[in-house]
């Protein structure tokens, strides 16, 4: 059964920093590029950032570019999204998700269940 599973959300203070990571199992995810997208209250998801297959290739948004860093570690079947300088604007519910070469801009095949994320003081 294929699954992905987020952790590390959680509630932070404005400027703190939180580590979510993404297990997979049920397939390779090591042959899957790997997105993180998230979903504030009454906004359209929308994507966060994106690693390939080897971590050779990243993508990020405009509004987490230097904050944000996406990586993976394919032995262990998971992906991490490090976020620092957290602000408020950055709270939603983050989800993972996996699909063959779609960094960036490609459809995802498989999804994770998502994490909150508060960011308030």
């Known amino acids: 059964q294929v699954q992905l599973v987020e952790s590390g959300g959680g509630l932070v203070q404005p400027g703190g920093s939180l580590r979510l990571s993404c297990a997979a199992s049920?397939?390779?995810?090591?042959?899957?590029?790997i997105a993180w997208f998230r979903q504030a209250p009454g906004k359209e998801r929308e994507g966060v950032s994106c690693?390939?297959?080897?971590?050779?290739?990243?993508n990020y948004r405009d509004s987490v570019k230097g904050r944000f860093t996406i990586s993976r570690d394919n032995a262990k079947n998971t992906a991490y999204l490090q976020m620092n300088s957290l602000k408020s604007e950055d709270t939603a519910v983050y989800y993972c998700?996996?699909?063959?070469?779609?960094?960036?801009?490609?459809?995802?095949?498989?999804w994770g269940q998502g994490t909150q994320v508060t960011v308030s003081s």
């Open positions: 998700a996996a699909a063959v070469s779609s960094c960036p801009g490609g459809k995802y095949e498989y």
């Open positions: 049920g397939f390779r995810s090591a042959t899957y590029d």
């Open positions: 690693i390939s297959t080897r971590g050779g290739s990243t």
